[in-house]
């Protein structure tokens, strides 16, 4: 299983970046896929998720309505879009994978991680 993250990048408040996650090792229509970040000195923290097959998205309540998580079966890619990012977003985001049909915000259900990718937003 491999997962690797791009897209992350320097940014001014109020700006977007779309991150993407390439999976390649596995069944990738079988697994839930979920986004994290974590800042040095915290716990890492479930930002988004999405189901394997029918897709229903989960976020944590700081990026309703700035974030959407989405996927591409057919090209086994994960994509976070975030929008009016605020300094608090600056962090290292990952992509995780586990072989479940539903997705939840908690580390611990994630078998697969990828290195992530930096998101420094500058206010």
């Known amino acids: 299983v491999q997962l690797v993250e791009s897209g992350g990048g320097l940014v001014q408040a109020g700006g977007s970046l779309r991150l993407s996650c390439a999976a390649s090792?596995?069944?990738?229509?079988?697994?839930?896929i979920g986004w994290f970040r974590q800042v040095p000195g915290k716990d890492r923290e479930g930002v988004a998720c999405?189901?394997?097959?029918?897709?229903?998205?989960h976020y944590t309540d700081s990026v309703k309505g700035r974030f959407t998580i989405s996927r591409d079966n057919d090209n086994f890619n994960i994509y976070l879009l975030m929008n009016s990012l605020k300094s608090d977003d600056s962090a290292v985001y990952y992509c995780?994978?586990?072989?479940?049909?539903?997705?939840?915000?908690?580390?611990?259900?994630?078998?697969?991680w990828g290195l992530g990718t930096q998101v420094t937003v500058s206010s």
């Open positions: 995780a994978g586990v072989w479940a049909p539903t997705c939840l915000l908690e580390e611990s259900e994630y078998d697969d």
């Open positions: 999405i189901s394997s097959r029918d897709r229903i998205t």
């Open positions: 090792g596995f069944n990738f229509d079988d697994y839930a």
